[in-house]
């Protein structure tokens, strides 16, 4: 089948609408993963008791296992367990799996970063009468926020990447989009490269906006 020019023009102003979705699916995954993983970061930090056992145990599993097998599990398997469950939709599905999945790689990036801190800060925190909740927010987050910062980035991108298959739990993203448009008019080479031609785009923008947040971060 040879390649159709026009069709493939043509593609883009149907599955640029979807984009909106895709977008929001992975913003609402970043906010959610920054404050899962800052949560786990410290209490590993600190090694409290039993919260630093099960937290490696939640890191484990997520690294260890496929996000598509995850996501499955949450939005086909639990609902039969549990359910509470059977009124989540696909975007919740997809949000807490990416959330859940992102946050067991950034929490150990984020633990590392709080650990490049020297320690003789804490001391002088300490010394100063402040508290170790007060030394953590007010002089170590934000110092291992900025160490951070490229994997954060990083990591963004493959919540981006991540959310094409949220289509396989039903969800009208780009991909989904994409692969009705293929099915209908059998031209998947043409649906799948574009596609990736805006999520080669998008990820693009987000590096850019990287490095212009890496490069302010230096000037200080």
Do not use: H
């Not at 390649?3 to 979705?21: C, E, G, K, M, T």
């Not at 009124?87 to 950034?106: G, H, P």
């Not at 800060?121 to 927010?137: N, R, V």
């Amino acid at each position: 089948m040879n390649f159709d020019v026009q069709w493939f023009i043509n593609l883009f102003s149907i599955v640029l609408p979807a984009l909106r979705v895709t977008i929001e699916i992975s913003l609402a995954s970043l906010v959610f993963t920054m404050l899962l993983s800052i949560l786990i970061s410290i209490l590993r930090y600190y090694k409290i008791r039993g919260l630093y056992q099960f937290f490696g145990v939640y890191i484990t599993f997520f690294r260890a296992t496929p996000l598509v097998a995850q996501l499955f599990i949450l939005y086909f398997g639990l609902p039969c367990v549990i359910p509470a469950l059977q009124s989540m939709t696909a975007f919740q599905a997809t949000v807490v799996a990416l959330t859940l999945n992102t946050a067991s790689f950034m929490a150990e990036d984020l633990r590392a970063a709080l650990k490049s801190v020297d320690i003789g800060q804490l001391e002088a925190c300490y010394s100063m009468g402040m508290s170790k909740y007060q030394t953590m927010i007010r002089a170590i987050l934000p110092q291992a926020l900025v160490v951070a910062l490229p994997s954060i980035g990083n990591r963004f991108v493959g919540i981006i990447k991540g959310s094409a298959l949220g289509f396989t739990v039903g969800l009208a993203d780009i991909m989904a989009k994409a692969k009705i448009e293929a099915a209908v008019s059998l031209r998947f080479f043409e649906a799948y490269l574009c596609v990736t031609i805006i999520y080669l785009i998008l990820v693009i923008f987000i590096e850019k906006i990287q490095g212009v947040l890496e490069k302010k971060i230096e000037r200080f």
